[in-house]
């Protein structure tokens, strides 16, 4: 299962991106690793040209829904922890501030 999840964000990463950072068509987002945790996907991609604002970003992946996979937060790379930028309302208690993954 881990595997079909990854493919299919590694197919998908841009469009995912893209619609977190609407302003930022254009760039590459190269995958850096993979993290899978109670049910949820970790991917840390470091943006090229680095134009968004940070250096790397990990995106959380839901797949509860497997017709609407999607972001449900976003962590930044920011003085040199991941630290949490945004997320959906039903996530902001069961994810942690920094990341520790």
């Known amino acids: 299962m881990n595997e079909a999840r990854e493919a299919y964000i590694q197919k998908h990463i841009t469009w995912f991106c893209e619609e977190e950072f609407p302003d930022d068509t254009g760039i590459q987002w190269p995958i850096l690793g993979f993290q899978h945790h109670d049910g949820l ?6 943006p090229q040209p680095n134009q ?4 790397k970003f990990k995106f959380v992946f ?7 996979v999607c972001i449900v937060a976003t962590y930044c790379w920011e ?17 942690p501030p920094v990341l520790n993954i």
């Open 62 to 68: 839901s797949f509860n829904d497997p017709q609407k």
């Open 41 to 46: 996907v970790f991917v840390e991609v470091e």
């Open 79 to 95: 003085n040199e922890e991941f630290s949490l930028l945004s997320c959906m309302p039903e996530m902001s208690d069961k994810l």
């Open 52 to 55: 968004v604002g940070y250096d």
